[in-house]
């Protein structure tokens, strides 16, 4: 959703999604947009695309997607964004902190990073 400045407006879900990740715990979904894009059939797709390639037929432990790879470097950006909301929000424009209307894009960046890997990439 967008504002008339064409900044991106965050829609809170009315209830989050958490997906459990053996990594980071509980992984939670606050974003209406965060969840559509996981929703994408090209997102879903991550599922079936090994993180390390063909590694799984040396090492049998590799066995995580880029899925579940994307959906941690979502959580450790959204730990990262929360620190800079805290300790680094701009009092100004141009001051050269954390800008809030930056939150969504560095969370979007962070889950889409690895959206066109193919298999074995």
């Known amino acids: ?22 990594v980071h715990g509980y992984i939670h979904i606050q974003d209406q947009i965060i969840l559509d894009l996981i929703n994408t059939r090209e997102f879903q797709r991550l ?19 880029r899925f579940g790879h994307s959906l941690g470097v979502y959580e450790i950006t959204r730990l990262i964004v929360d620190k800079f909301e805290r300790q680094y929000l701009s009092q ?22 690895d959206i066109g890997h193919g298999p074995f990439s």
Not at 4 to 19: N, T, Y
Not at 92 to 113: I, K, N, T, Y
Request: some cysteine; hydrophobic content about 45%.
């Open 1 to 22: 959703m967008f504002n008339f400045d064409g900044a991106v407006v965050a829609q809170k879900l009315s209830r989050e999604k958490v997906f459990r990740d053996p």
């Open 47 to 65: 599922r079936r695309i090994k993180q390390l390639g063909g590694s799984v037929y040396t090492f049998h432990g590799a066995e995580h997607s």
């Open 92 to 113: 100004m424009p141009g001051d050269g902190l954390w800008q809030a209307s930056e939150r969504l894009v560095a969370l979007c960046a962070a889950l889409l990073h």
